[in-house]
């Protein structure tokens, strides 16, 4: 193994090996002589967590104020006293401002109190979660095409035939990426190859999903894909209009 910038030398890393855990990191200390035991650490993190507790409000303060919000969500486990159990840690992106907002639920709730009646438009994937958040009256949703080209991505092994879909696709991610590359990314520039590139693989796209809506069982990988993306049309075409809003949340 490389030597790390941190690792003295020896051929171990001072933390490249170890969890993030605080057993794990009191042990990589202690192999630098440093003795601390791992509830020391957990009692310092806790601590230094208490203190930032009003910035950390200031910063959910300030991610809602933008008109173009980023969200996502994603499962991790935390142990209970007897089992492991499933919580969520939402992530919420606008601008250069980022917050991470733990909760034991995958309800609405978190992104209806990051969000409150703030308005704008939130780029999200299809989870009814967002639902209370984006309403008529406070913000206009937008749809994440990477989330769609990713079922159609887990069905291209059994059924290639949805490889047609993921060239269409393709198509939409060529122009941000031409866009991106010329320096005119979410500049009135963009918005012309938006309108017409764009737009004729998405029509084409929404030509496609029409004629294979019922090719494939509901329940398999394809109709999964083909159901999902039929549902989020409507959402996904916002940023044809919208020059300031990404085709998704990979190119914020």
Same mark, same amino acid.
């Given at each position: 193994?490389?030597?790390?910038?941190?690792?003295?030398?020896?051929?171990?890393?001072?933390?490249?090996?170890?969890?993030?855990?605080?057993?794990?990191?009191?042990? &990589?200390?202690?192999?630098? %002589?440093?003795?601390?035991?791992?509830?020391?650490?957990?009692?310092?993190?806790?601590?230094?967590?208490?203190?930032?507790?009003? *910035?950390?409000? $200031?910063?959910?303060?300030? +991610? #809602? *104020?933008?008109?173009?919000?980023? #969200?996502?969500?994603?499962?991790?486990? +935390?142990?209970? =006293?007897? =089992?492991?159990?499933?919580?969520?840690?939402?992530?919420?992106?606008?601008? =250069?401002?980022?917050?991470? +907002?733990? @909760?034991?639920?995958? @309800?609405?709730?978190?992104?209806?109190?990051?969000?409150?009646?703030?308005?704008?438009?939130?780029?999200?994937?299809?989870?009814?979660?967002?639902?209370?958040?984006?309403?008529?009256?406070?913000? !206009?949703?937008?749809?994440?095409?990477?989330?769609?080209? $990713?079922?159609?991505?887990?069905? $291209?092994?059994?059924?290639?035939?949805?490889?047609?879909?993921?060239?269409?696709?393709?198509?939409?991610?060529?122009?941000?990426?031409?866009? $991106?590359?010329?320096?005119? !990314?979410? @500049?009135?520039?963009?918005? !012309?190859?938006?309108?017409?590139? &764009?737009?004729?693989?998405? !029509?084409?796209? =929404?030509?496609?999903?029409?004629?294979?809506?019922? &090719?494939?069982?509901?329940?398999?990988?394809? %109709?999964?894909?083909?159901?999902?993306?039929?549902? &989020?049309?409507?959402?996904?075409?916002?940023?044809?209009?919208? +020059?300031?809003?990404?085709?998704?949340?990979?190119?914020?």
């Amino acid at each position: 193994m490389r030597n790390s910038p941190d690792s003295g030398g020896f051929g171990e890393p001072v933390t490249t090996l170890d969890s993030m855990t605080f057993c794990r990191l009191a042990q &990589s200390l202690g192999r630098q %002589g440093v003795r601390i035991a791992d509830a020391t650490l957990g009692m310092l993190f806790h601590r230094a967590a208490e203190l930032l507790v009003p *910035l950390y409000d $200031r910063v959910k303060v300030l +991610v #809602a *104020l933008p008109d173009v919000v980023l #969200a996502d969500e994603t499962r991790i486990d +935390v142990q209970d =006293k007897k =089992k492991v159990r499933d919580t969520w840690m939402w992530v919420f992106l606008a601008q =250069k401002v980022m917050v991470y +907002v733990f @909760s034991p639920s995958r @309800s609405g709730k978190t992104p209806v109190a990051v969000l409150g009646a703030t308005k704008g438009t939130p780029l999200v994937d299809g989870y009814t979660g967002y639902n209370k958040a984006t309403t008529p009256d406070q913000r !206009e949703r937008a749809g994440c095409i990477a989330h769609t080209s $990713r079922r159609f991505f887990d069905a $291209r092994e059994k059924t290639p035939e949805v490889q047609e879909a993921l060239d269409l696709i393709l198509d939409v991610c060529m122009v941000e990426h031409i866009a $991106r590359e010329n320096d005119i !990314e979410r @500049s009135p520039t963009h918005r !012309e190859p938006r309108q017409t590139f &764009s737009m004729n693989a998405l !029509e084409r796209l =929404k030509m496609w999903l029409d004629a294979h809506e019922e &090719s494939w069982l509901p329940s398999s990988p394809a %109709g999964s894909a083909v159901r999902y993306m039929g549902k &989020s049309c409507e959402s996904m075409t916002v940023f044809l209009e919208r +020059v300031d809003v990404p085709v998704d949340k990979r190119e914020a």
